[in-house]
């Protein structure tokens, strides 16, 4: 048998398939076996396509690859290349039978992998020449022919060769044996296959800059299990173990900067996913994937929402908790769909705030699966809250850490109510939560209760401050913060709640669907992915939302405050990437600034912010640029890039852009929109009737009451300040705005053009 090696072409270049079944011209991969040795009937051992413009190779052939590619519609005789990253059972355990087909089909293909690859071949051949034979002589061919069509070829590693239009490059990789990964190239697309390993260097430097490293999953977390301890072994030198960690793939990652992992290789069938990508957190912060058996990659939509509704979700957004219906000037009942100021916050309904005692002094947040601090204490430094955290034994438990901003901000509540300095309603719950107010005694405000967070701003506010975020819980609002006082220099002193638990909270997912929107993998939503360049006022933003048709749905609709903040990106801002706090896969329309500087604008919320004369006039924003003010009669980014602020909901285009506030905050009014969908299906507040309606095709609709307490309009002398333009004490037709100016003629009892105090009294319930 021996002597048929005479006869094979050494060429390692394949370039005219006589089968093929998959036609595409982008480099694809598909987990064809996503398991491990260990017999698992969700997930057939290690294999992977790839594909490109007819080309077909596996990688490994672990028990079920038959079974799979055939499931995939992909014949055996339709196949390239067959390589292998190294020779346990688990990974070749189907060779023979996929090669002996080849063969009988005529097949030109191409078999490598580390030594001893060709010894196998030989083998099979020794082993069944005669049955080969017998088969090969019912179409009048023998072994000696058949061969011909095929290379196996032993590789060592470094080794660069082609198959088809795919460029393939090896790199040897630590295991318990010879192991090779292997990078794939194609049309300007990058796909690696890691193979079984611990950390190796030489993965990193493979890998750089891939589109996507299909890696070894050692150490992923099974769903109702701890994690293993990883050792404080050193894991750039941990040679011996045949597996790498959680800490091992996400440094190689991270070293390698690819754009997307998937994990595989798995020893059981359900994995935590939210603990495991938290551990992956820890060094990468890419897009982590699952590997299922037939995954596509890479992933479309339809694989992600799939995905979705079966997934937990690592970052769930808590919902605003708010309940009422607002115009731009009063309170309002329940709008209907296609009426003005349909699709505000109220009309629909997220995951409802949920909060157990401890009775430790701790409360534990029943949506997000973090634990809290109960009672903040007194005030202290941002370097005395790290330390307070790193020692603190709370509840009996000793991984206390300070939040981030995100975490901190899943606590806020819409349904406050600040009056300028003056508190009304808290942005917290204080059933659960203890909140002070600014001490009057010693000249603050009583909303100088500022709680900060662990997320220091990557620019500067102010006079070149360093700045720290904190939400404020008594006004409503994220601002930044000096950690210095500017005029003593000495340390700032504020609030901080400590928190643990869910590590992985705040952390995206993201993947672009390339359809015009991106997934959040981690909370569940698909946003817009590039804003329409036009700013609008908020009752033009919400019909906006509501009437978007984009990708194939029109379930769209304007963000709660809580959903758009989850999208910033605190460690990007103009002043240090020169670009918009968010990830770089959305598109951000620029803007100048009142000085005429490069700027990127404020995007509406369908959120109320009740503040001030009039509670219903303004409406929460995020600024994805400088969240600027004028101060001195200098503009400057008084609040950073990330924070959350208030507009008015509506006015005349030309009087904006204008200043406000201590700051001299900058007022748009016409900000931008990015819409955003729930990946599984919305729960919608239904119009005609007040009840809960979740929405489900092909389902009854599961209904339940719903209050609708709305809050006391405002009075005739606050309209009068909001809306009194010329200030002669009377609302004409062009001065009013929303639903006052709708019902004008109705108010305006005797014709004169006018709505006076005593017309709007006599108005009626509404």
Known sequence: MRSYFLLIALCLSINFPLFSQQNTNQLTAT????????????RAGPSVLISYNNINILVDMGNGTQA???KNN???????????????????????????????????????????????????????EEDINYRLSKSGR??????????????????????????????????????????????????????????????????????YLIMDSGGAIELGKKARPNGNRNTRKNTQ?????????????????VKNVVLTHFNFTDIDQAATTAEMRKNYKGNVLFAKDLMKIPVDKNIVIENKTTQQLSYPIVDTNVKNFYSDVESISKPSENEAFYGQDANYLGNTPSYTNNNNQTITDNVTGLMWQKDMGEKMTFNEAFSKAENATLGGYSDWRIPTIKELYSLILFSGQVKGEKAIKMFIDTEYFNQPLGDINANEREIDAQTWSATEYVGKTMNADATVFGVNFVDGRIKGYPKNNPRTKNENKMYFRMVRGNTAYGENNFIDNNDGTISDLATGLMWQKADDGIGKDWETSLSYAENLELASHSDWRLPNAKELQSIVDYSRSIQTTNSPAINPLFETTKITDPNGDEQYPYFSTSTSHLDGRNPFASAVYIAFGEAQGKMRNRLMDVHGAGAQRSDPKS????????????????????????????????????????????????????????NNNNNTPPSFSELLEKMDTNKDKKLSKSEVKGRLKENFDQRDKNGDGFITEEEMTRRGNR
């Open 74 to 128: 992909t014949k055996v005789r339709s196949l390239d290349g067959l390589l292998f990253t190294h020779h346990h059972l688990d990974h070749n355990e189907e060779f023979t039978p996929i090669f002996i087909q080849s063969l009988l089909g005529g097949n030109k293909v191409t078999i490598s992998g580390p030594a001893p690859t060709t010894t196998m071949v030989h083998n099979i051949l020794d082993t069944y």
């Open 241 to 257: 173990k045949a597996h790498v960690n959680l800490a091992e793939s996400s440094l190689m990652a991270k070293e390698a900067n």
């Open 651 to 706: 006015g005349m285009k030309e009087n904006y852009p204008e200043y406000f506030g201590p700051q001299g905050d900058v007022r748009y009014v016409y900000n931008y929109v990015r819409a955003v969908r729930d990946i599984t299906p919305t729960t919608k507040l239904n119009t005609d009737t007040s009840t809960i309606q979740t929405q489900k095709a092909g389902t009854k609709t599961e209904q339940k009451p719903v």
């Open 68 to 70: 799979n590619l055939n």
């Open 31 to 42: 987990i064809i076996g996503s398991g491990s040795p260990k017999f698992n009937t969700e």
């Open 142 to 211: 023998n072994l000696k022919n058949a061969i011909k069509n095929s290379t196996y070829t032993d590789l060592k590693g470094n080794d660069s060769f082609t198959i088809g239009d795919i460029k393939i490059t090896t790199t040897p990789v630590n295991h318990t044996i010879t192991t090779l990964a292997y990078r794939f190239e194609a049309g300007n697309q990058s796909i690696v296959i890691s193979g079984d390993l611990t950390y190796s260097k030489s993965l990193s430097v493979l890998a750089k800059n891939a589109d």
